[in-house]
């Protein structure tokens, strides 16, 4: 939602630069077009891999979010004329990055653990053919843990 609100804000500001004060602001338009064009992929990856426990969208997510704090530093350090509705928006733009940027590489890390946990439970814990849908007792404290069934066809 923030990232929304960022992208109109600054949208309304770079073109009231642009219009009102005769700025070269081909620069930040470049910049807040890749910006604005990333944001809708970032917020994919980061909610089918948090719904769907994929590392892979996950991890983009984290890539992702740390080239929007590049971003947004841009925009907070590097315009000629910065306005109070810039620094605002761009404030609270940069606290949000940075915890998606810690945050998301604490979840990265902690799926990475556990999805690797899951591999060595499933294929390494038994020789014998097992039941997919069965539960099988877990080495890792005592829980049971229900096999995951991977075929080419699903």
Known sequence: MISLIWVALTMVTVI?????????????IVVYAIFAL????????????????????????????ML????????????KLRTPLDLAVNILKLVYDSLSV???????????KTQTIRFH?????????????????????GSPVRRIGMSMGT
């Open 16 to 28: 009231w630069k642009e219009t009102r004060m005769n700025l070269d602001v081909y620069t930040y």
């Open 38 to 65: 990333l944001e809708i992929p970032r917020h994919w990856m980061g909610y089918t891999g948090n719904l769907k426990e994929r590392s892979v969208e996950l991890t983009g997510f984290w890539v992702l979010s």
């Open 68 to 79: 929007s704090l590049g971003a947004t530093l841009f925009f907070l350090f590097g315009q």
């Open 102 to 112: 810690v945050i998301g590489y604490v979840t990265v890390k902690h799926m990475m």
């Open 121 to 141: 439970v499933n294929h390494f814990v038994s020789d014998q053919p097992v039941d997919a849908g069965s539960p099988q007792p877990s080495p890792v404290r």
